[in-house]
């Protein structure tokens, strides 16, 4: 399929290096144990000196935090627990003082179940009626299909008021929103107006392919397990009926049209299609720049995922690329040892995609995911699942910002999870090392700026199972990327043997790339940017 030409949005370059802030875990500026809009506030500098283009603020909006914020009850306001509108407002100002733009998190898929359009709708009171997903029950009283949401529960939720049910793709607390509703999409678009008007210069919308549904109900099918048995029953059906994602593609155009042309605007994609293809779907010049899906940092083996999502186009910007995020556990934990070798692994190769690029906080000093016990879990889905998966919660450990001082300098008080670790120490220690994660970090995406790769053409030179061979073609010229999956050495790319490497995730070896490295060369010989 042809790429479509990029449209230029404001002051946004086509393919941003956008930083994932989790408020609750970033900093804590007051002493409650959690972070706080001041608290990221004070510490945009560090943001801003990494290099990349603009900060994804994660849900800041009124919520009893059932699901870490993205069950709202008020979208038009700052919980208290992270501040006041005026404190975003002086967190806007100093991001564009220090040239990073904002983007922000969009729950328009679902509320609370105590935000007040739910009480009122659960009471049919107009215009509230139809402003969630109802239906009656089958005439035995149960539910009207078969659904199961993404958490592992029943789809629907019986409501005592309005004797009907509710649809839950979420957690029990997180009622559907009717995107066929147009008073909704009117209160929906007033919201991202309210932002824009505060200076956010873009937004992330949640489970953007969940806005709507088949409205005739009929049951999801079987999946084929193929003798598997998944932990999460979510996976033992396709979600053919309870998703529409081509439905919420031509959807997109709406928020597109409410957010305004020079809004960056990214769609999270779930559910059974991960395909490119719905990928571009989303991405076109008067929908969303960009959508991602969990397939390349849920594989096991980055190389062979990689290939195939570039052999069916994804790197041509509209697939945005990301290792962690506070819904996954953190890569270099979950298929890595959390060494610092994995962390410069996985950034090395992250940070050469063409295409926008998101960075989970923590994982430019290789913070690992945290081992919780059960006792310390705060996420519904972690205490659902565990010990069986890894979880979220050990993602969203707290930012070490000084492993010396007390709580690693996150706040004064008790922290609300363990803080996070990473093996060089804190932001504070990787900042006086040259050999650091985040000096790793520092240089890559300075020569990712430098070599135009945001932008560059990219093809396939090489893949052998563990190995990847990328050809790169940027703004200065061709470069080559290797990635060395493997534990074991495997020979240099024969185009560049001798030459030095731009970049290294560690030191070449006269062997060969050595286990588990990544390494960038330019193949012209001026210097580039010279
Ligand atoms: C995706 C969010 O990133 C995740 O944290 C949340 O639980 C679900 N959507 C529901 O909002």
Avoid at 32 to 48: K, S, Y
Wanted: proline share 8%; with cysteine; net charge negative.
């Amino acid at each position: 399929m042809e790429a479509e030409p990029r449209t230029t949005r404001g002051r946004w370059p086509h393919n941003p290096v956008i930083y994932q802030i989790y408020p609750r875990s970033f900093r804590d500026s007051t002493g409650t144990g959690e972070g706080d809009l001041r608290g990221i506030t004070e510490r945009l500098d560090h943001v801003a000196d990494l290099g990349v283009d603009a900060i994804w603020l994660s849900p800041f909006f009124v919520s009893p935090m059932c699901d870490g914020g993205y069950d709202v009850a008020d979208h038009a306001a700052v919980d208290p627990r992270f501040g006041t509108l005026e404190d975003f407002d002086a967190l806007v100002d100093r991001a564009h003082d220090l040239g990073l733009l904002v983007m922000i998190d969009q729950v328009f898929n679902h509320t609370s179940k105590d935000h007040p359009w739910y009480k009122r709708s659960a009471l049919r009171e107009p215009p509230y009626e139809n402003f969630y997903v109802w239906a009656d029950p089958n005439p035995d009283g149960s539910p009207p299909t078969n659904w199961i949401g993404f958490f592992g529960a029943h789809a629907w939720r019986w409501n005592p008021r309005r004797r009907q049910y509710c649809l839950h793709q979420f957690l029990p607390c997180q009622p559907c929103l009717n995107h066929h509703c147009p008073e909704l999409r009117a209160r929906q678009n007033a919201i991202t107006a309210f932002w824009r008007d505060r200076g956010v210069d873009g937004f992330r919308y949640d489970a953007v392919t969940a806005y709507f549904h088949d409205r005739a109900l009929p049951d999801n099918p079987p999946a084929d397990l193929g003798g598997a048995q998944p932990i999460n029953p979510f996976e033992y059906q396709l979600h053919q009926h309870d998703m529409m994602p081509n439905d919420c593609a031509a959807f997109s155009a709406e928020l597109r049209d409410a957010a305004g042309p020079d809004a960056y605007l990214l769609g999270e994609i779930n559910g059974d299609d991960l395909s490119v293809e719905l990928v571009r779907k989303f991405s076109r010049s008067d929908r969303l720049d960009a959508a991602y899906t969990q397939e390349l940092p849920s594989s096991p083996k980055l190389a062979p995922t990689l290939r195939r999502l570039i052999e069916d186009g994804a790197g041509q910007g509209a697939m945005a690329w990301w290792l962690s995020s506070h819904d996954q556990p953190r890569r270099i934990s979950r298929a890595g040892d959390g060494s610092a070798r994995d962390a410069r692994l996985h950034a090395g190769l992250l940070l050469a995609l063409p295409g926008p690029v998101m960075i989970f906080q923590g994982d430019e000093i290789g913070q690992q995911q945290a081992h919780l016990e059960y006792h310390q879990l705060r996420d519904q889905f972690d205490r659902n699942y565990w010990p069986a998966t890894a979880g979220r919660d050990g993602a969203r450990a707290p930012l070490p910002w000084d492993s010396e001082a007390p709580n690693a300098g996150f706040g004064s008080g008790e922290p609300w999870l363990p803080i996070g670790t990473a093996e060089q120490g804190g932001v504070a220690q990787q900042r006086q090392d040259d050999e650091s994660v985040l000096a790793f970090h520092k240089r890559a995406l300075a020569l990712r700026a430098r070599l135009g790769l945001a932008d560059a053409a990219i093809e396939i030179e090489q893949a052998d199972g563990d190995q990847l061979v990328l050809r790169l073609q940027g703004a200065k010229g061709p470069v080559v990327v290797a990635l060395n999956e493997s534990d074991k050495t495997c020979p240099v790319p024969p185009r560049v043997a001798g030459r030095e490497p731009l970049l290294g995730s560690c030191t070449l070896s006269t062997d060969g790339l050595p286990p588990r490295s990544v390494f960038w060369w330019h193949l012209d010989d001026a210097a580039p940017g010279a």
